[in-house]
């Protein structure tokens, strides 16, 4: 055992529970939040944090949870990550806003500099920094939009890219993220996307990755028009859709069809980028090169802070004071970013996602082998998926995940669930995970499996 200094103290990296989880100091914090929380912010497991470091939560009430969920992504680097605390607190010292469009900073400058640098392709580059995912994305709709002069927007089954209005267009999933909330901005339109675990046993054969993007071209000439496409936008794996990674090939021929029709092509790196999956970002696994590339989540260590990068002529087409925000860029989270961009190049971060996703793989395909309800391992680096299925068939179980989930969280392990049916386990430990907390994890996982089977 270990143990990371936190805020001071020393917070050892083991699992503990001394309390029904969640415990009776967080179920008082519940009890204060329904009285002033509004209804549709959920929350997965309520027991409140009160620090945070390594692979572990520590709760109101002295629990210590094994963290495979990072925030959805956002801690990466580490919760409190050393690097990241002490840029942070050396800006917040200094000054904590000024409005870059008003008296700009040079850490703006710095973390646009370091994602130029860091983004695939080797062309120049522009940045624009903003708040979320979501503003990232919907403000590359925007960039794409001005630079063609075109209206239509191509996403994909299964795809997320937010909660604003034009990216609930851009969502898949009703429930919970837009029944209810239309109607939605228009000219967007859904392909088809790879995915093989149900492509191939729909069709009975191997779906080739270039088959599957030949269904989405053939829809965009036939039902839209590509010279009416300004641009395509995915998710090089997908993040709420249930971590599909798409059939080898089907990437690279989306790329070469949006270059030959002018299509402006969209990587969403939101929720896979910052040395999640191995690699920097996700669309270097093909070597595909995207004229735009939105990030958020990992970014900077767990503050706000997204972006928008990409090829100087598309960037550069919109003009001055038409793209920003108050908040976008802001100095202290540009500070975070840097202190964790420091971190995922210098400190092994990299390397770290694939050993723990060779644990984690290996771990789900020895309950595949045990469990035939465990239907398919997915996934890369440190961005794992399990989707559960009903026996001797493809038909989701999301009951099954939901039983697996609620015995983790009382046994002091938060795993988060996803997926378009609700039956994928999505484990997105931060890379400062030890392998002892990893594989005491995943032994209480197979625990649940097999209370939940019995």
């Known amino acids: ?40 912010v959920g929350s ?20 210590q949870i094994i963290d495979l969920g990072s925030g959805i992504a956002v801690t990466t680097a580490g919760n409190s990550n050393p690097k990241v605390v002490k840029a942070a607190t ?35 580059k522009r940045t624009v920094l903003l708040n979320s995912g979501a503003e990232a994305v919907e403000n590359a709709v925007k960039i794409a939009r001005a630079h063609t002069g075109r209206d239509a927007v191509v996403v994909f089954d299964h795809a997320y890219h937010g909660r604003t209005n034009l990216t609930m267009a851009m969502t898949a999933k009703a429930h919970p993220y837009k029944a209810g909330f239309g109607p939605f901005a228009g000219e967007v339109y859904r392909a088809p996307m790879s995915y093989p675990f149900r492509d191939n046993d729909a069709a009975g054969t191997k779906v080739s990755g270039e088959d599957a993007a030949k269904r989405v071209i053939t829809m965009i000439e036939k039902q839209i028009g ?58 270097e696994w093909e070597g595909i090169v995207p004229d735009l590339i939105t990030t958020a989540k990992g970014i900077a260590g767990g503050l706000p802070l997204s972006a928008v990068t990409g090829r100087k002529e598309i960037m550069d087409s919109v003009g001055p004071g038409r793209l920003g925000g108050t908040y976008g ?38 309950l595949q082998a045990k469990f035939p309800e465990v239907g398919d391992v997915r ?42 049916f609700g039956n994928v386990l999505r484990f997105l430990p931060p890379l400062t995970i030890s392998d002892e907390l990893l594989n005491e994890a995943f032994d209480i996982i197979e625990e649940a499996l097999e209370s939940a089977l019995a």
């Open 1 to 40: 055992m270990t143990a990371l200094e936190i805020g001071g103290e020393a917070l050892p990296q083991e699992r503990k529970v001394v309390t029904e989880i969640p415990g009776p100091k967080s179920r008082e914090l519940e009890s204060r939040r329904t009285a002033a929380v509004a209804t549709g």
């Open 379 to 420: 996934g890369r680096g440190a961005m794992v998926a399990a989707e559960f299925v009903q026996r001797d068939s493809i038909e989701p179980n999301p009951e099954l995940v939901k039983k697996i989930v609620d015995h983790c969280a009382k046994n002091g392990v938060l795993v988060l669930s996803t997926g378009t």
């Open 90 to 124: 050396e800006q917040l010292e200094a000054f904590t806003h000024t409005c870059f469009m008003v008296n700009p900073y040079e850490s703006y400058v710095e973390v646009a500099e370091a994602l130029n640098r860091l983004t695939p392709g080797d062309h120049e």
């Open 226 to 283: 590509s010279e009416h496409v300004a641009a395509i936008v995915i998710e090089p794996i997908q993040g709420e859709g249930g971590f599909i990674v798409p059939a080898e090939g089907f990437l690279p021929a989306l790329v070469e069809f949006a270059r030959e029709n002018g299509i402006v092509f969209v990587a969403d790196e939101v929720q896979a980028g910052f040395a999640r999956t191995g690699k920097m970002f996700a669309s």
């Open 329 to 366: 860029g802001n100095p202290t989270a540009c500070a975070a970013a840097l202190g964790a961009i420091d971190a995922f190049e210098n400190d092994g971060l990299l390397e770290n996602a694939t050993h723990i996703g060779e644990i984690i793989t290996d771990r789900l395909v020895k």
């Open 44 to 63: 997965s497991l309520p027991a409140y944090v009160v620090a945070a470091g390594g692979g572990i939560l520590k709760d109101a009430d002295g629990n």
